[in-house]
């Protein structure tokens, strides 16, 4: 028998069909992947030869690509390209939510992920951050963003609400809920201002080198 001339499984199949049990389940196995996709798990090592851990990955750059910026691009704010990094970033996690728990447990060494870090990096270190400092800056951002996309998710009311006109939550609440919107992205615009000035404060106190 003649072999087929177009392949009957790819990388980009393997990722794409990981990432919908993701979505559909909260989990993955390479056997329930194999059975999605009507092959065998030696074949999904044939693409993937990391295994569980290169799909990780590879669902890492399927989401973060064309997502975040990916290179300095001389902005001159770096405000505002990390307002830019973070948006894209919490918008392609809040997507996704069930892989972020994967994401977190490896080392990030997908290339076009890598490559939004550096670049934000980049620009940090451009405008003032030493070294030490712009490393806690990342892990700061990375950590806002990821908690602010579990709960993009979250159920629409986060706290139950117990009614009582002397509860400073309960107040909150229902304050809280005769404004429109969503209230998560409200959520994360504020905190991400916050904590772009309490960086703002960090860089500033960091002895420039002359």
């Known amino acids: 028998m003649a072999r087929p001339t177009t392949p009957l499984l790819s990388r980009q199949q ?33 693409h993937v030869k990391g295994g569980r851990e290169e799909i990780v990955e590879g669902i890492r750059g399927l989401l973060t690509d064309g997502a975040m910026p ?3 691009d ?14 894209g970033y919490r918008a392609a996690m809040a997507a996704h939510p069930h892989v972020i728990a994967l994401l977190t447990a490896q080392t990030v060494s997908d290339p076009l992920t890598l490559a939004s870090y550096e670049a934000l990096a980049q620009v940090l270190q451009r405008s003032g951050f030493g070294e030490e400092e712009l490393l806690h800056a990342v892990t700061v951002l990375d950590c806002f963003v990821l908690g602010s996309a579990l709960d993009a998710g979250a159920p629409l009311d986060v706290w139950a609400d117990a009614g009582d006109p002397a509860s400073a939550m309960s107040r909150a609440i229902a304050a809280t809920r005769t404004r429109p919107g969503d209230r998560s992205a409200r959520s994360f615009e504020l905190g991400l201002r916050i904590l772009l000035t309490g960086l703002d404060a960090l860089r500033t106190a960091v002895p420039q080198q002359t």
């Open 14 to 46: 393997i990722l794409t069909a990981a990432l919908e049990l993701l979505d559909e389940t909260g989990s993955f196995t390479l056997p329930r992947l194999a059975a999605r996709l009507g092959v065998s798990a030696s074949s999904i090592y044939h």
């Open 70 to 72: 990916a290179e300095d």
């Open 74 to 87: 001389g902005e001159p704010d770096w405000q505002e390209f990390a307002r830019r990094w973070a948006r």
